[in-house]
């Protein structure tokens, strides 16, 4: 088991919540980015630069991930392959994407894509906030221990 961060958006707080997880669990923790990423020096801790380009971390990962890992992601399109691969997605505010909503999600944001297109005006997500840090900590904490017992 895994655990890989499309990196590029990930908030701060997020990649620290997840930098702990891995020493305290000894799951190499992989952040893939487009830009070259400052990481803890630890051998469960890894940082991998894709080239810049639309969706290319989001391939790698694709690519890479295998039934049982955890995948952080804000990319619900990411979460949905990482589902048919047989992983577990997680977004940073702590929303766990599942076979039950994930064609779900991917529907609204298709919708809401299509409105932008046709020029309606829709606001982003709202703030990160502290609540969404202490979610994400909670819905990792409950994975990881699903994973040991």
Same mark, same amino acid.
């Given at each position: 088991?895994?655990?890989?961060?499309?990196a590029?958006?990930?908030? #701060? =707080?997020?990649?620290?919540?997840? *930098?702990? =997880?891995a020493e305290?669990t000894? %799951? #190499?923790?992989?952040?893939?980015?487009? +830009?070259?990423l400052?990481?803890?020096?630890s051998p469960?801790?890894?940082?991998?630069?894709?080239?810049h380009?639309?969706?290319?971390?989001?391939n790698? %990962?694709? $690519?890479?991930?295998?039934?049982g890992?955890? #995948? %952080?992601?804000?990319? %619900?399109?990411?979460a949905?392959?990482v589902i048919?691969?047989?992983?577990? =997605?997680?977004?940073?505010? &702590?929303e766990l994407y599942? $076979?039950d909503n994930?064609?779900e999600?991917? &529907?609204?944001?298709? *919708?809401? $894509? $299509?409105?932008?297109?046709?020029g309606?005006?829709?606001s982003g997500? =709202?703030?990160f906030?502290k609540?969404d840090?202490?979610? *994400?900590?909670?819905?990792?904490? +409950? *994975?990881?221990?699903g994973k040991? #017992?």
């Open positions: 088991m895994r655990i890989w961060v499309d590029d958006a990930c908030p #701060v =707080a997020i990649k620290e919540i997840l *930098f702990r =997880a305290r000894r %799951i #190499v923790t992989t952040l893939v980015a487009n +830009r070259l400052r990481v803890p020096a469960y801790i890894q940082a991998l630069q894709v080239p380009g639309f969706d290319v971390a989001d790698k %990962i694709a $690519e890479q991930v295998q039934s890992d955890l #995948v %952080i992601t804000a990319d %619900i399109p990411l949905a392959q048919e691969h047989g992983g577990v =997605a997680l977004n940073p505010r &702590g599942t $076979e994930i064609r999600r991917l &529907g609204m944001r298709n *919708f809401m $894509e $299509e409105l932008r297109g046709s309606v005006d829709i997500p =709202a703030t906030s609540s840090c202490q979610a *994400f900590a909670k819905q990792l904490d +409950r *994975f990881l221990v040991r #017992v």
